[in-house]
């Protein structure tokens, strides 16, 4: 099984995304509901709840992860794949949700470091929303940059839209604090229009409807789950390592919190009827 990992509900965009593109490969999702949001940790607390999720997903038999929430992604992947991964389980994999994001604003290769010759100098500017982790550990505008530095990126915070999310606070509330966040992004460009958008946390599509209606015409919003399913069936091509052993058995999903209540909200998240299981060490 392929491990699919996000503080929450949030990496269930992700999920449906991935089990569309790839109907032949089985994944274990786990949520760590009862850490979440993670957008109010520190990047420490990051670090080492990402590792005990991963470690967790590794002990279910699964070799590859991917991790399923930016926050996790932008603070600790990285750290992650540098020291402990290759040092503990170097024949496991650990990916993330930002390379593929960045490959596709960029349209540059992860591996190219700087910009290819010929790169098109009109500036064009993204705006970013994302948790304040992902916001604070620069990630984003630091990759963009080095590969396409015509870009112009305005990273806006939005530090209680995890939460109200996961909460299935109402849409009236949602759609006013979306508000709010397009008009400090926008205010931070002295009103101007960004060119495109990058919902840069995986709770943010299950309400993307109040981005649309916040953003100006014409924003350009990037699908980051089909971005991210379409680079990991790349991936999975490319490392037939990874293929199913048979029988191919159904998803799993699995919570670190209330399986009740993770239930009732990932089918509504996932579009379809899930049950979680606990998460045991
Ligand atoms: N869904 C996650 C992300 O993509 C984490 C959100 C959170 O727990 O704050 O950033």
């Avoid at 409807?209 to 991210?228: C, D, K, M, N, Y």
């Amino acid at each position: 099984m392929i491990g699919v990992f996000d503080s929450g509900h949030g990496g269930l965009t992700i999920l449906r995304a991935l089990v569309d593109r790839l109907p032949e490969r089985r994944f274990l999702y786990l949520g760590d509901h009862s850490h979440a949001p993670y957008g109010n940790r520190t990047p420490d607390e990051i670090h080492a709840l990402t590792i005990e999720n991963v470690s967790r997903l590794f002990a279910h038999g699964c070799k590859l992860v991917l991790l399923a929430c930016n926050t996790a992604a932008a603070v600790a992947l990285r750290r992650l794949q540098q020291d402990w991964q290759p040092a503990t389980f170097p024949d496991h994999r650990v990916l993330g949700v930002l390379v593929p994001t960045v490959e596709a604003v960029t349209n540059v290769p992860w591996h190219i470091k700087e910009p290819p010759p010929g790169a098109p100098r009109d500036a064009a500017t993204v705006a970013i929303f994302a948790t304040p982790p992902t916001v604070n550990s620069g990630t984003y505008p630091h990759e963009i940059g080095t590969r396409a530095p015509a870009i112009r990126v305005v990273q806006q915070a939005c530090p209680d839209l995890v939460a109200a999310i996961e909460m299935a606070a109402p849409e009236a509330e949602v759609r006013k604090m979306v508000a709010g966040y397009v008009a400090q992004m926008r205010a931070q460009i002295d009103g101007g229009v960004p060119d495109s958008a990058i919902l840069g946390c995986t709770h943010y599509p299950l309400v993307a409807g109040a981005f649309t209606e916040a953003l100006p015409q014409g924003v350009r919003i990037l699908g980051q789950p089909e971005i991210v399913a379409d680079s990991f069936a790349v991936y999975l091509d490319r490392h037939p390592e990874f293929a199913p052993p048979a029988p191919i058995t159904p998803n799993v999903f699995l919570t670190t919190g209330d399986p009740a209540l993770a239930s009732t909200l990932g089918s509504r998240f996932f579009g379809q009827e899930i049950a979680f299981g606990v998460a045991t060490d």
